[in-house]
């Protein structure tokens, strides 16, 4: 019996966002407030399939971004240009606090 996979859990392009489908899906909701962690794209992905992936993440409309490990400066670039007010700078030590709303 073949089992059809909603679009989220297929195979790349845009895995590295898998995790996030699949919280939406548990949590019964398509709010994210903050996305923070490694996206996996170093090279040698291509320059479209990080882009396509910075679209995709703008979609979902998180409140924050904060990119970590294997995010690479080329989404970290890309991702600024295209939510400015979304993205956070992390590094070792980076502490951040979240109130409620």
Do not use: Q
């Amino acid at each position: 019996m073949a089992t059809t996979l909603p679009t989220w859990l297929e195979a790349p392009p845009l895995a590295g966002l898998r995790p996030l489908r699949m919280t939406e899906a548990v949590a019964g909701t398509t709010r994210l407030h903050a996305v923070i962690g490694g996206f996996h794209l170093p090279p040698p992905l291509s320059e479209d399939y990080v882009r396509r992936t910075v679209a995709e993440l703008k979609a979902m409309n998180p409140d924050y971004v904060i990119p970590a490990h294997w995010s690479g400066e080329r989404f970290y670039d890309i991702a600024r240009v295209e939510m400015p007010d979304r993205i956070v700078r992390s590094a070792v030590g980076s502490r951040f606090s979240f109130g409620t709303a």
